[in-house]
């Protein structure tokens, strides 16, 4: 208690220690400790009266009591202004009144700015090292993985999304055999090889572009030296704290060694030991893949050749000899066709072959067979013997499309044996009518039950399309033979067998069931937008009793509206007016049935009777077309076709042309005012995948999967 | 509690910081002028704050002495940010002069201040850790060496759960560091709530979401259900100010104005 001189209590005193306590003890005061805040109190209203009272008046307690204020954190400016005016309350005994508030108010400020610096220095402080600490630790990082980057066994390169290289490890650049320096600021992208997979620079392209993180491969590189180095290659994304792509990284594993023994071992495999060339199943591998997926109009050669009177080399120079022999042959072989691009290889004993992925027809195949015999000619020196060699070829030059590995074989194999048979020393080239005469004598009927059972037959589709907008409005089914030893064949080298050894009727049958089916799939599918199926009715087929009960039952089996089959009638099937299946015929249209007829123009053909018979269409023969091709601009061909055109139509009859080839030839045939066209303009026999396709694609989509 | 950043954590200047921002409201300096910019926005829109942090000092300084009372020597300060009002060691002392203080927070600027602040006191230790992965927290040399004797040990979750979201999952934390907890040990924590004052809770979480750790209030039940495992001490979960108020006439009339919720349970 503060007790003025003369003794008397100061009510005017006690009144500023109470208010003074009251003060404290609020806003911040209610968080200060009691056993703080107590002492607090009593020492600054004692210091405050002490100032207030004493003489002569020092000033020093009040900024002391100030000061104390704000070491106890009672930094709210609020609190000032509620202790001035508690102070300027309490009448001072003279006139100190202003300066000892005014002390109070400068001892507080200097504490407040005191304060102020030192937490703000604090802080700043508490800032600096934790930055430090945190630089540290990154360095620290840093230098932790520079180690690993630098002492890794795997080469690792980073390098920007444009793909120039940054930095390399000393690992990388020994795999390259370069430095530093020659790597900084090398391209990615020049890094090709071309034994690069395929595909793999377009996932490089979406891992640049942020569309995947990362991606493993197997790939090759070029070093420094011009060695080839294969690599275990793993490139990752680096993005930034935005997720934006910012850089790549590369990891290399050299497999260069792994590489290098696995293509010995596949060399052993696939290597005939003897002359180092490609032996039979390497051959055979390489055909096959022909065949895996052929591009549209894909064609091949292959030739066959073996050396005339080689046993007889054999037998008196010795094996030695003869193995010397079949050593140089293969090495001329090689030197003479291999730079061509073409698989030159031993298939066994004197036996060779080329085999050309890809040609552009038959005249590429003669001229290999003419250069591969051009090298055979000049003699071998074999020991001090000079011998002249001479050897048959057997050439098969196809569209992929026509045939399979194997009957390819087959054929090459009959070329082959037809060359040696017209004389020794020559090539032959594969003729298919020959061919299908050589294959017709193999019995082949006999084979066409068993053929059926075992599934061996498939039908293609060819596209009819209207001439006014190019619409495929129907298709044809046309019946292959996946012959086990001939390959694919087509009707033309079955059919006529089958129709003189009646198998025409159970063969015919499955070709109508299997193309119902077909027709239904896409009816059931795509509904108005599929295409009616025109199936070819044999003469045999047209007179037989079963007929009508065979359609019935097959268009009830397969649930096929009628009016979606057309059966074709080849113009030697058409019935006389008395004829007794022209019953069926009838009743075939009754059931909803159309006929048309096949390769109109080609036979003997009363006209008067197509006006008594039940077709609603004729299919003028692909000869007409094609013989304007051959002959080059023609109006009295185009005027025969004009007239059977105008015929047809007073008949009442839709007429379509085959064999059209070209835009020209359908731009005339639209003007003759022919209705629809078949050939290859407006596509090939395909499988019914490509027909769903081109049906999804008409319809405006672009997907296309599988058939049906 | 934070968002990744190359910067180092909390030393980026413009971004409010949660820890300086509280030593805003308490009248400190130890703020930069973002951190005063969001103080004031934030006190502007809710002028209680300043008070309610105060009360949550005073609640940590009730509780630290109560506990040190019972004859807790340990304490683990979770979230201890800028220990500059009050701090946990001094409080302690008061009562139990031999009270040993490890400070842990995730803020580098923080836990350098606090380093600063006690580093010639054997007793006491600064980490820096983050809660969410309480695991990686006790391992901590001084940690581990805090639990080692198997002693009671105070932990304190003081204003600190409210930075945890939902999905990091507060009370998993809770349970994982109480398992670590000898018998006996206490967990004292207060929580920003979304009673008392619902009107302004949900603006205030928006303006913590530019701050370096976004605001999750949550309601009573949910921060009575963090004691799972303690029991809570009378007078249980309460406003800031009711719990064990050393003048009970200082409560005043409406302690749901300070919103905050806090308790103390032990660990049986």
Request: a negative charge; proline letters at 6%; glycine letters at 8%.
């Given at each position: 208690?503060?007790?003025?001189?003369?003794?008397?209590?100061?009510?005017?005193?006690?009144?500023?220690?109470?208010?003074?306590?009251?003060?404290?003890r609020?806003?911040h005061?209610?968080?200060?400790?009691?056993?703080?805040l107590?002492?607090?109190?009593y020492?600054?209203?004692?210091?405050?009266?002490?100032?207030?009272?004493?003489?002569?008046?020092?000033?020093?307690p009040?900024?002391?009591?100030?000061?104390?204020?704000v070491?106890?954190q009672?930094?709210?400016?609020?609190?000032?202004?509620?202790?001035v005016e508690?102070?300027?309350?309490?009448?001072?005994?003279?006139?100190?009144?202003?300066?000892?508030t005014?002390?109070?108010?400068?001892?507080?400020?200097?504490?407040?700015?005191?304060?102020?610096?030192?937490?703000?220095?604090?802080?700043?402080?508490?800032?600096?090292?934790?930055?430090?600490?945190?630089?540290?630790a990154?360095?620290a990082?840093?230098?932790?993985f520079?180690?690993m980057?630098?002492?890794?066994?795997?080469?690792?390169?980073f390098?920007?999304?444009?793909?120039?290289?940054?930095?390399?490890?000393?690992?990388?650049?020994?795999?390259?055999?370069?430095?530093?320096?020659?790597?900084?600021?090398?391209?990615?992208?020049?890094?090709?090889?071309?034994?690069?997979?395929?595909?793999?620079?377009e996932?490089?392209?979406e891992?640049?572009q942020?569309?995947?993180?990362?991606?493993?491969?197997?790939?090759?590189?070029?070093?420094?030296?011009?060695?080839?180095?294969?690599?275990?290659?793993?490139?990752?994304?680096?993005?930034?704290e935005?997720?934006t792509?910012?850089?790549?990284?590369?990891?290399l594993?050299?497999?260069?060694?792994?590489?290098?023994l696995?293509?010995?071992?596949?060399?052993?495999?696939?290597h005939?030991?003897l002359?180092?060339?490609?032996?039979?199943t390497?051959?055979?591998?390489?055909l096959?893949?022909?065949?895996?997926?052929?591009?549209?109009?894909?064609?091949?050669?292959?030739?066959?050749?073996?050396?005339d009177?080689?046993?007889?080399i054999?037998?008196?120079?010795?094996?030695?000899?003869g193995d010397?022999?079949?050593g140089?042959?293969?090495?001329?072989?090689?030197?003479?066709?291999?730079?061509?691009?073409?698989?030159?290889?031993?298939?066994?004993g004197?036996?060779?072959?080329?085999?050309?992925e890809?040609?552009?027809?038959?005249?590429?195949?003669?001229?290999?067979?003419?250069?591969v015999?051009?090298?055979?000619?000049?003699?071998?020196?074999?020991?001090?013997?000079?011998?002249?060699?001479?050897?048959?070829?057997?050439?098969?030059?196809?569209?992929?499309?026509?045939?399979?590995?194997?009957?390819?074989m087959?054929?090459?194999?009959?070329?082959?044996?037809?060359?040696?048979?017209?004389?020794?020393g020559?090539?032959?080239?594969?003729?298919p009518?020959?061919?299908?005469?050589?294959?017709?004598?193999?019995?082949?009927?006999?084979?066409?039950?068993?053929?059926?059972?075992?599934?061996?037959?498939?039908?293609?589709?060819?596209?009819?399309?209207?001439?006014?907008?190019?619409?495929m409005v129907?298709?044809?089914?046309?019946?292959r033979?996946?012959?086990?030893?001939l390959?694919?064949?087509g009707?033309?080298?079955?059919?006529?067998t089958?129709?003189?050894?009646?198998?025409?009727?159970?063969?015919?049958?499955?070709?109508?069931?299997?193309?119902?089916?077909?027709?239904?799939?896409?009816?059931?599918?795509?509904?108005?937008?599929?295409?009616?199926?025109?199936?070819?009715?044999?003469?045999?087929?047209a007179?037989?009793a079963?007929?009508?009960?065979?359609i019935d039952?097959?268009l009830?089996?397969?649930?096929?509206?009628?009016?979606?089959?057309?059966?074709?009638?080849?113009e030697?099937?058409?019935?006389?007016?008395?004829?007794?299946?022209?019953?069926a015929l009838?009743e075939?249209?009754?059931?909803?049935?159309?006929?048309?007829?096949?390769?109109?123009?080609?036979?003997?053909?009363?006209?008067?009777?197509l006006?008594?018979?039940?077709?609603?269409g004729?299919?003028?023969?692909?000869?007409?077309v094609?013989?304007?091709?051959?002959?080059?601009?023609?109006?009295?061909?185009w005027?025969?076709?004009?007239?059977?055109?105008?015929?047809?139509?007073?008949?009442?009859?839709?007429v379509?042309?085959?064999?059209?080839?070209?835009?020209?030839d359908?731009?005339?045939?639209?003007?003759?005012?022919?209705?629809?066209?078949?050939?290859?303009?407006?596509?090939?026999?395909?499988?019914?995948?490509e027909?769903?396709?081109?049906?999804?694609?008409?319809?405006?989509g672009?997907?296309?999967?599988g058939e049906? | 509690?934070?968002?990744?950043?190359?910067?180092p954590?909390?030393?980026d200047?413009?971004?409010?910081?949660?820890?300086?921002v509280?030593?805003?409201?308490?009248?400190g300096?130890?703020?930069?002028?973002?951190?005063?910019?969001?103080?004031?926005?934030?006190v502007?829109?809710?002028?209680?704050?300043?008070?309610?942090?105060r009360?949550n000092?005073?609640?940590?300084?009730?509780?630290v002495?109560?506990?040190?009372?019972?004859?807790?020597?340990?304490?683990?300060?979770?979230?201890?940010?800028?220990?500059?009002?009050?701090?946990v060691?001094?409080v302690?002392?008061?009562?139990?002069?031999e009270?040993?203080v490890?400070?842990v927070?995730?803020?580098?600027?923080?836990?350098?201040?606090?380093?600063?602040?006690?580093?010639?006191?054997?007793?006491?230790?600064?980490?820096?850790a983050?809660?969410?992965?309480p695991?990686?927290?006790?391992?901590?040399?001084a940690?581990?060496?805090l639990?080692?004797?198997?002693?009671?040990?105070?932990?304190?979750?003081?204003?600190v759960?409210?930075f945890?979201?939902?999905?990091?999952d507060?009370?998993?934390?809770?349970?994982?560091?109480?398992?670590?907890l000898?018998?006996?040990?206490?967990?004292?924590?207060?929580?920003?709530?979304?009673?008392?004052?619902p009107?302004?809770?949900?603006?205030?979480?928006d303006?913590?979401?530019?701050?370096?750790?976004?605001?999750?209030?949550?309601?009573?039940?949910?921060?009575?259900?963090?004691?799972?495992?303690?029991?809570?001490?009378?007078?249980?979960?309460?406003?800031?100010?009711?719990?064990?108020?050393?003048?009970?006439?200082?409560?005043?009339?409406h302690?749901?104005?300070?919103s905050?919720?806090?308790?103390?349970?032990?660990?049986?």
């Amino acid at each position: 208690m503060s007790v003025p001189a003369g003794g008397r209590v100061d009510a005017a005193a006690v009144r500023f220690r109470d208010s003074w306590s009251r003060l404290l003890r609020q806003g911040h005061g209610a968080a200060v400790s009691p056993g703080v805040l107590g002492p607090l109190v009593y020492r600054t209203a004692e210091l405050l009266s002490r100032a207030h009272g004493e003489d002569p008046f020092d000033p020093g307690p009040a900024e002391r009591a100030g000061a104390l204020l704000v070491d106890a954190q009672f930094t709210d400016p609020v609190v000032l202004a509620h202790a001035v005016e508690l102070l300027q309350q309490w009448p001072a005994p003279d006139d100190r009144g202003p300066a000892l508030t005014g002390a109070f108010a400068a001892g507080w400020s200097a504490a407040l700015r005191d304060r102020t610096l030192r937490e703000q220095e604090a802080i700043r402080r508490a800032v600096d090292l934790a930055r430090r600490e945190a630089e540290r630790a990154l360095y620290a990082s840093e230098a932790r993985f520079r180690a690993m980057f630098e002492r890794a066994a795997i080469g690792i390169g980073f390098a920007d999304l444009e793909g120039n290289l940054l930095v390399v490890n000393s690992t990388l650049q020994d795999m390259f055999a370069a430095t530093a320096e020659d790597m900084r600021g090398l391209n990615v992208e020049s890094l090709v090889h071309p034994e690069d997979s395929s595909g793999v620079w377009e996932t490089y392209h979406e891992l640049v572009q942020g569309e995947r993180e990362n991606f493993q491969c197997d790939k090759p590189y070029y070093r420094r030296d011009g060695e080839v180095i294969w690599t275990h290659l793993t490139v990752s994304l680096i993005r930034d704290e935005q997720d934006t792509p910012r850089y790549q990284v590369a990891m290399l594993e050299d497999i260069t060694d792994q590489h290098r023994l696995q293509e010995r071992l596949r060399h052993q495999a696939t290597h005939d030991p003897l002359t180092g060339l490609p032996n039979r199943t390497a051959f055979f591998e390489r055909l096959e893949a022909l065949f895996d997926d052929p591009g549209p109009g894909a064609r091949f050669g292959l030739c066959s050749l073996d050396l005339d009177g080689f046993k007889n080399i054999n037998n008196s120079l010795g094996h030695e000899a003869g193995d010397q022999l079949l050593g140089a042959v293969a090495d001329r072989l090689h030197s003479g066709v291999a730079p061509l691009g073409h698989l030159v290889a031993r298939l066994g004993g004197d036996e060779f072959a080329v085999l050309m992925e890809r040609s552009r027809g038959p005249q590429e195949g003669i001229a290999v067979a003419q250069r591969v015999l051009g090298t055979l000619a000049p003699p071998f020196l074999i020991g001090d013997q000079q011998l002249v060699v001479r050897a048959s070829m057997g050439v098969v030059e196809q569209p992929v499309s026509a045939t399979t590995a194997s009957a390819a074989m087959r054929s090459v194999d009959l070329t082959l044996y037809r060359a040696k048979k017209e004389g020794r020393g020559r090539w032959t080239l594969f003729d298919p009518q020959r061919n299908a005469v050589a294959v017709s004598q193999y019995a082949m009927s006999v084979r066409i039950p068993m053929a059926l059972d075992r599934g061996e037959f498939f039908l293609d589709y060819q596209p009819l399309c209207a001439l006014d907008d190019g619409a495929m409005v129907a298709v044809e089914a046309l019946v292959r033979w996946r012959h086990p030893e001939l390959g694919v064949l087509g009707p033309d080298e079955f059919i006529m067998t089958a129709e003189d050894s009646g198998l025409i009727i159970p063969l015919g049958r499955w070709v109508l069931l299997h193309a119902c089916e077909q027709a239904a799939r896409w009816a059931d599918r795509f509904g108005d937008a599929a295409p009616r199926m025109n199936v070819n009715l044999a003469v045999r087929q047209a007179r037989n009793a079963g007929l009508i009960a065979d359609i019935d039952r097959i268009l009830r089996s397969s649930d096929l509206d009628p009016g979606r089959l057309q059966l074709e009638i080849t113009e030697s099937a058409m019935l006389g007016p008395r004829d007794p299946a022209l019953q069926a015929l009838h009743e075939l249209v009754g059931m909803g049935v159309s006929l048309t007829v096949d390769d109109f123009g080609t036979g003997w053909s009363n006209l008067a009777y197509l006006r008594d018979l039940p077709v609603s269409g004729l299919k003028i023969d692909g000869s007409f077309v094609s013989e304007l091709h051959a002959s080059g601009e023609d109006p009295v061909g185009w005027r025969i076709i004009g007239g059977m055109v105008s015929l047809a139509h007073s008949l009442g009859l839709s007429v379509t042309a085959e064999g059209v080839e070209t835009a020209a030839d359908a731009q005339r045939l639209r003007a003759i005012g022919c209705d629809c066209a078949q050939g290859w303009y407006y596509g090939r026999p395909v499988r019914p995948g490509e027909i769903t396709r081109r049906i999804v694609e008409a319809a405006g989509g672009t997907r296309a999967d599988g058939e049906g | 509690m934070t968002r990744r950043r190359w910067v180092p954590e909390g030393t980026d200047q413009d971004v409010p910081n949660v820890a300086r921002v509280y030593d805003c409201y308490l009248g400190g300096s130890h703020n930069f002028a973002a951190d005063r910019e969001l103080a004031r926005e934030a006190v502007e829109m809710w002028p209680d704050l300043p008070l309610i942090m105060r009360a949550n000092r005073a609640f940590l300084r009730r509780a630290v002495q109560f506990l040190a009372g019972e004859g807790i020597t340990r304490f683990l300060d979770i979230g201890s940010g800028l220990p500059t009002f009050g701090p946990v060691h001094e409080v302690a002392r008061v009562v139990q002069p031999e009270a040993r203080v490890v400070y842990v927070d995730i803020d580098p600027v923080a836990v350098q201040h606090s380093r600063l602040l006690v580093a010639d006191d054997p007793l006491c230790a600064v980490v820096e850790a983050d809660m969410r992965d309480p695991a990686g927290l006790l391992a901590r040399p001084a940690v581990a060496e805090l639990l080692r004797p198997r002693e009671p040990v105070a932990a304190l979750l003081l204003a600190v759960l409210h930075f945890v979201t939902d999905e990091e999952d507060p009370a998993r934390i809770v349970r994982e560091l109480s398992a670590a907890l000898p018998a006996g040990s206490a967990l004292a924590l207060s929580h920003g709530s979304r009673e008392g004052r619902p009107d302004v809770v949900e603006k205030h979480e928006d303006l913590y979401a530019r701050a370096s750790a976004p605001l999750t209030m949550r309601t009573r039940e949910e921060i009575v259900a963090l004691f799972e495992g303690f029991r809570l001490l009378e007078p249980g979960v309460v406003y800031l100010p009711e719990w064990r108020p050393q003048d009970p006439a200082a409560v005043g009339p409406h302690p749901e104005l300070f919103s905050g919720l806090a308790g103390v349970g032990l660990k049986p």
